[in-house]
């Protein structure tokens, strides 16, 4: 059974970063790409990032372009979301998805599994 868990959320200032991390288990890594959605208080949940199986393909919701990096690690099974330059509206839950296209996770198709969530605060 694919598993995704979210760690590296927390409180920061804003301007502030902060590296969000998700590891996959019960699948081959390598198989899946894999993005971050987000979800504020009110708000459907939303596109962040997304990175190919490959990792030569990266995607990034205009929100956050040009602040946010994602990448992966297929040693350690492990996908991260380096934000910085964080703003009090990047406030939310985010979520780790994974897919077989990151295409497809960029589009907004159901993931084939969700991470549980990591709560991002950023006071102004």
């Known amino acids: 059974q694919l598993q995704l868990v979210e760690s590296g959320g927390g409180l920061v200032q804003a301007g502030g970063s902060l590296r969000l991390s998700c590891t996959l288990s019960g699948r081959a890594f390598s198989d899946y790409a894999l993005g971050w959605f987000r979800q504020a208080p009110g708000k459907e949940r939303e596109f962040v990032s997304a990175?190919?199986?490959?990792?030569?393909?990266?995607y990034y919701a205009d929100s956050v372009k040009g602040r946010s990096t994602i990448s992966r690690d297929n040693a350690k099974n492990t996908v991260y979301l380096e934000m910085n330059s964080l703003k009090p509206e990047d406030t939310a839950v985010y979520f780790c998805a994974a897919d077989t296209s990151a295409g497809a996770l960029r589009l907004g198709v159901a993931p084939k599994a969700w991470g549980q969530g990591t709560q991002v605060t950023v006071s102004s």
């Open positions: 990175i190919s199986w490959t990792g030569e393909s990266t």
